[in-house]
């Protein structure tokens, strides 16, 4: 038996976002996520299937995420943006042909925008297949999450809303995996008193949360956070380790910060002149970021130093090989206090692996890779731990979130508080309708339909973005647009609105096997 447990878990979400129209630029977020984070992440798992390295990871695929990348539409597009992303990569290579290292950072994005295309034509566009493929194998345990990744906390007022979230989100990971799920992403890892009874009336066996939610529990935690606690409803809930977290998030003492590292602001969408990009800015017209950065971080200022490929990769892996280091300093010192192996759980949003964090899956497969060979830790999930040590305390996690500060402001403050009193009242109407029995089938769709409309509007996307200030009027129109859809559905069920609901059928398909009962 190894001294100790490292517990590493992606988060993969993004809104549902799906125009009718073509060109949006909300839609790219799903664009840019599957070039620089999710292919990344496949390509690296292949590589340590390849190796015969006994990796165990956990990632959450939320619900969103899911129907977006099944939707044969949004794939069409992709395939369409993809080739104009080629485009630019070939403008760039000839253009920097002979202006060192701009060159070889520009052939590298080529190369990996190649590797994308390759690779999506070897799934066939069939990007959940390999997720289940790593599941099958072992490598991978897949997490559930809520429906619309909805900030359940601030549904205490509607728990008929929380449950909702919790079914729905448990409905589709059966829909598209095909088995039951053991764990839980909260979204935000946000907990407050009772969501674990809506968790273990679904079969689940754990959550993430923050640190302070174990530490603040109602019984002082005898291993504090490197052993989970049973919850009154008999859910374990496992608290985030501090150091793992802040080595990698930090902004101030985390990796990404290294000056060598790829600045993320830096782009040549800003650069260059208008008339040489106008083909990847359009039709939206207006400027972007397209990727294609050839600057390092250098400094806290704004002057800015060339990229070298080569010396972010070798960093990339020297901080693997401290992160890993680390983490066995922390399970020697803790296995010397504990009567039992301790567990860091290290959670974190996929995203920051290559989409923000350009050389981040690089860092993420060499530390797969060394903590599988360490003989200090071993890699496994939440449910692997709780197979191992089946007997753990029984307390209260305190109410809590990873969002700043760790409770609710973010979700809860002067730009976005305006919304709750209308998510509330909706889900009080949709409760008292889903209670009438023996609807005709008519109005059952039609139903369906508003279940669909005040899921989306509950995504907990909406508020932090309104909190961020960026997009935030494409936020607010989210918001007001399924508001008003619900009730438009909802207020008079005996006035024919056929087309109405067949167009949002269309325009909002998510959760094609709903039932709107779920809010009764």
């Known amino acids: 038996m190894k001294k100790g447990y490292l517990a590493i878990i992606l988060h993969a979400h993004l809104p549902y976002i799906r125009h009718l129209s073509d060109g949006d630029l909300e839609e790219e977020w799903l664009y840019e996520a599957i070039i620089e984070t999710y292919i990344p992440l496949l390509n690296l798992l292949e590589n340590l299937e390849a190796e015969r390295v006994p990796v165990r990871i956990g990632i959450s695929l939320t619900p969103p995420l899911l129907n977006m ?34 060159n070889e950072t520009a052939q590298l ?27 099958s194998v072992g490598m991978v345990e897949l997490l559930a999450s809520a429906a619309t990744h909805g900030y359940l906390p601030l549904m205490d007022l509607t728990p008929n809303c929380q449950k909702a979230q919790i079914v729905q989100g448990v409905s589709e990971y059966k829909r598209f995996f095909g088995v039951d799920p053991k764990g839980f992403w909260l979204p935000e890892c946000g907990f407050s008193p009772g969501i674990d009874t809506f968790l273990a009336a679904n079969g689940l066996r754990y959550f993430i949360t923050d640190t ?69 800015l359009e039709p939206v017209g207006s400027r972007k970021m397209t990727g294609f950065k050839y ?54 949003d996929a995203e920051l692996f290559g989409h923000w964090w350009f050389e981040g899956p690089i860092f ?50 002067g730009s976005n508080d305006w919304i ?69 559905l909802t207020t008079n069920l005996d006035q024919p609105l056929n087309d109405l609901v067949e167009k949002l059928e269309k325009l909002n398909p998510i959760f094609p096997e709903i039932d709107y009962r779920i809010f009764a």
């Open 69 to 102: 990348l099944e939707d044969k539409t949004l794939l069409k597009r992709f395939k369409k943006r993809l080739e104009v992303y080629l485009e630019l990569a070939d403008k760039e290579v000839k253009r920097t042909e002979r202006t060192y290292p701009f």
């Open 109 to 135: 994005y080529k190369n990996n925008l190649l590797n994308v295309k390759a690779k999506f034509e070897f799934f066939q566009g069939d990007l959940i297949a390999p997720f289940k493929h790593f599941q």
């Open 212 to 280: 302070h939610a174990l530490l603040h529990a109602n019984i002082k935690p005898r291993y504090a956070n490197y052993a989970p606690i049973y919850t009154p409803g008999k859910v374990a809930a496992f608290g985030r380790d501090q150091e793992s977290s802040k080595q990698v998030w930090s902004a101030t003492e985390g990796y990404p910060g290294d000056y060598d590292y790829r600045d993320f602001y830096r782009d040549i969408g800003f650069d260059l002149d208008y008339e040489y990009l106008h083909f990847i």
């Open 295 to 348: 600057y390092k971080i250098t400094s806290s200022s704004d002057y800015k130093e060339p990229y070298y490929p080569a010396t972010a990769r070798a960093k990339a892996k020297l901080h693997a090989a401290n992160f890993v280091f680390n983490r066995e300093a922390q399970v020697n010192y803790l296995a010397t206090i504990t009567d039992r192996p301790p567990i860091l759980v290290a959670p974190y």
């Open 364 to 413: 993420l497969e060499e530390v797969l890779r060394l903590a599988a060979n360490s003989s200090v830790l071993e890699l496994v999930t939440p449910k692997d731990y709780l197979e191992y040590h089946p007997t753990n305390q029984i307390a209260i996690p305190s109410a809590s979130s990873w969002g700043y500060n760790g409770y609710n402001e973010v979700w809860l403050e």
């Open 420 to 488: 709750y009193p209308h998510l509330h009242a909706a889900g009080w109407h949709l409760a008292n309708l889903a209670a009438q029995k023996d609807l005709p089938q008519s109005k059952q769709r039609r139903l369906n339909q508003a279940a669909r409309e005040l899921l989306l509007a509950e995504s907990s996307d909406w508020a932090f973005i309104m909190k961020t200030g960026t997009f935030a009027d494409y936020a607010r129109k989210r918001t007001k647009e399924h508001l008003a859809n619900f009730w438009q």
